[in-house]
């Protein structure tokens, strides 16, 4: 199945730096999601994004959708060690044949150097 | 207030088995989907359920099924097993159908042998 192109695909930064990763589709997606996922377990949502253009934060993340629908952007401002994880995009759209679809992305493995 | 839940939490099956993964959504929820999470790799989307019809196919053969029951709990079914269906496989509950939040539960880790 199709996934979303994610980048980088890993980051290694100091604690109290700003992180920033993005996600780029060919598709255009109604919705955006953001996720983190610790070793086996399950992903635990992080933000949602409904609108293009539409930028949200909670807490020290902020993310947006973009303009064109086919992206967006991830930011952690001031990294702790237990930002440690993969972070994933989704996104949401419907395909008049198979229904409502759901793609994840690569993954951003990150590591915060204490 | 409880999470989703899944089981089992592990299994190992035996090429050619099937084998029937099971999900319950948080309270309140009525949709249910599904996902298979190889290593190293974002989870790929199975199926999606709402008010127990199926609202979302993603790409994966006719051995994969599921069904949602009246109090919203899934099964995901899985016949003629292959060494590739060694996976997590991945629950999610929603309030609505679409576009909607996913919440995630730990998942079911199959191993195929």
């Known amino acids: 199945g199709q996934q979303l192109n994610q980048s980088p695909q890993s980051m290694f930064i100091q604690e109290g730096e700003d992180v920033s990763m993005n996600c780029t589709s060919s598709s255009i997606f109604n919705t955006w999601l953001w996720y983190k996922q610790d070793p086996g377990e399950g992903p635990v949502l992080l933000i949602a994004?409904?609108?293009?253009?539409e930028l949200t934060s909670n807490g020290r993340l902020t993310a947006q959708f973009g303009i064109t629908r086919k992206d967006s952007f991830l930011n952690i401002s001031a990294s702790i060690p237990s930002d440690v994880g993969i972070y994933f995009c989704?996104?949401?759209?419907?395909?008049?044949?198979?229904?409502?679809?759901?793609?994840f992305g690569t993954g951003t493995s990150l590591t915060v150097i204490p | 207030d409880a999470g989703v839940t899944q089981s089992p939490t592990h299994l190992i099956k035996t090429r050619g088995q099937h084998v029937t993964l099971r999900c319950s959504p948080i309270?309140?929820?009525?949709?249910v989907s599904w996902y298979q999470q190889v290593l190293g790799q974002g989870p790929q989307f199975i199926f999606q359920y709402y008010e127990k019809e199926e609202r979302g196919r993603g790409n994966f053969p006719d051995r994969f099924s599921a069904r949602q029951f009246p109090n919203y709990s899934s099964e995901l079914n899985v016949n003629a097993l292959l060494l590739g269906d060694s996976a997590l496989y991945l629950c999610?509950?929603?309030?609505?159908?679409?576009?909607?939040?996913?919440?995630f539960g730990p998942g079911t880790r199959l191993t195929v042998t």
């Open positions: 989704a996104g949401q759209s419907r395909d008049s044949n198979t229904g409502n679809q759901f793609y």
């Open positions: 994004l409904y609108k293009a253009g």
């Open positions: 309270s309140g929820h009525k949709s």
């Open positions: 999610a509950s929603s309030i609505r159908d679409s576009p909607y939040e996913q919440y």
